[in-house]
Nanobody, 131 residues
Framework: QVQLVESGGGSVQTGGSLRLSCAAA?????????VGWFRQVPGKDREGVSC????????YHAESVKGRFTISRDKAKNTINLQMNDLKPEDTAVYYC???????????????????????WGQGTQVTVSS
């Protein structure tokens, strides 16, 4: 497993931007790991938002965030970044990053059951978008 440290998050108004980062703790590596961002609001299932694959760094996004969110990998810093633009109140949630050895990104952003591929989870960070 990989120990993950999240940063970023906070409160913005509708249309604003935020950047979340997910870093592997010292001594851990994200090589061969797909890394995804997931979010959860109280009373609802955790859903996949964006994911970057281990094989070719191809990115996948849920329909609700396509065109607004960008996920990228900084191999030198062992970090995954999620740039969130044009934020909406419905984006309000606790956001978690998760890493999975050869995790299935294409499925993780559409099917909650695919989250089983991701065995290492960060502590979560709150994102609040006000109207």
């Amino acid at each position: 497993q990989v120990q993950l440290v999240e940063s970023g998050g906070g409160s913005v108004q509708t249309g604003g931007s935020l950047r979340l980062s997910c870093a592997a703790a010292p001594g851990y590596s994200l090589d061969y790991h797909s890394v995804g961002w997931f979010r959860q609001v109280p009373g609802k299932d955790r859903e996949g938002v964006s994911c970057i694959s281990d094989r070719d760094d191809r990115s996948y996004h849920a329909e609700s965030v396509k065109g607004r969110f960008t996920i990228s990998r900084d191999k030198a810093k062992n970090t995954i970044n999620l740039q969130m633009n044009d934020l909406k109140p419905e984006d309000t949630a606790v956001y978690y990053c998760a890493a999975g050895f050869h995790g299935r990104c294409s499925v993780a952003v559409v099917t909650p059951s695919a989250q089983i591929d991701f065995g290492s989870w960060g502590q979560g960070t709150q994102v609040t978008v006000s109207s």
